[in-house]
T-cell receptor
Framework: EPEVTQTPSHQVTQMGQEVILRCVPISNHLYFYWYRQILGQKVEFLVSFYNNEISEKSEIFDDQFSVERPDGSNFTLKIRSTKLEDSAMYFC?????????FGPGTRLTVT | GNSVTQMEGPVTLSEEAFLTINCTYTATGYPSLFWYVQYPGEGLQLLLKATKADDKGSNKGFEATYRKETTSFHLEKGSVQVSDSAVYFCALLYSGGGADGLTFGKGTHLIIQP
């Protein structure tokens, strides 16, 4: 059964550094999403991407964040200058406008 | 705005017990409703969904019915197993025409004891 994959599973970085989180969506899906879950809190929507552009974004998705689909298979989330409060589990999802399938997540730790 | 409220955990049950995890929502319009499950060390898996009022979603013995009158989508299972131990998330999706994000509840940690 096809599934969404994410790399790395765990990333440790220093405050102020740039990080890129990678996702390989399910191959025939057209919509792509990023979410985050700070420890002990809700899963929160960050951004959705369709037809090579951002479709929707939340208040969390500020200028420090960007997304890209650099080729036909990868979907990336970049955080330009990480802050301590960016420490969280980041989930990628792919699917349709009506159903989403999640990857296993990348745990980002900012020190 | 949209929101989802689900019962706080952890919920601890014995094997073969009946399970109910409550979920209520607030939303504009008519959202689709979902239950996701997260097993230890894994990502979120779609468990079941319902897209309109009175729809019943079901999968792996779990069921939930979309109740518009009570704005609820409670998860039920008649006889739980140890392997059902996980965190369960209720979520809604209000699609305004774009690729909107899911709104999640806080999650309910379910522990099934043998």
């Amino acid at each position: 059964e096809p599934e969404v994959t994410q790399t790395p599973s765990h990333q440790v970085t220093q405050m102020g550094q740039e990080v890129i989180l990678r996702c390989v969506p399910i191959s025939n899906h057209l919509y792509f999403y990023w979410y985050r879950q700070i420890l002990g809190q809700k899963v929160e929507f960050l951004v959705s991407f369709y037809n090579n552009e951002i479709s929707e974004k939340s208040e969390i998705f500020d200028d420090q964040f960007s997304v890209e689909r650099p080729d036909g298979s990868n979907f990336t989330l970049k955080i330009r200058s990480t802050k301590l409060e960016d420490s969280a589990m980041y989930f990628c999802a792919s699917g349709t406008a009506y159903e989403q399938y999640f990857g296993p997540g990348t745990r980002l730790t900012v020190t | 705005g949209n929101s989802v409220t689900q019962m706080e955990g952890p919920v601890t049950l014995s094997e073969e017990a009946f399970l109910t995890i409550n979920c209520t929502y607030t939303a504009t319009g008519y959202p689709s409703l979902f239950w996701y499950v997260q097993y230890p060390g894994e990502g979120l898996q779609l468990l079941l969904k319902a897209t309109k009022a009175d729809d019943k979603g079901s999968n792996k013995g779990f069921e939930a019915t979309y109740r518009k009158e009570t704005t609820s989508f409670h998860l039920e299972k008649g006889s739980v197993q140890v392997s059902d131990s996980a965190v369960y998330f209720c979520a809604l999706l209000y699609s305004g025409g774009g690729a909107d994000g899911l709104t999640f509840g806080k999650g309910t940690h379910l522990i099934i004891q043998p």
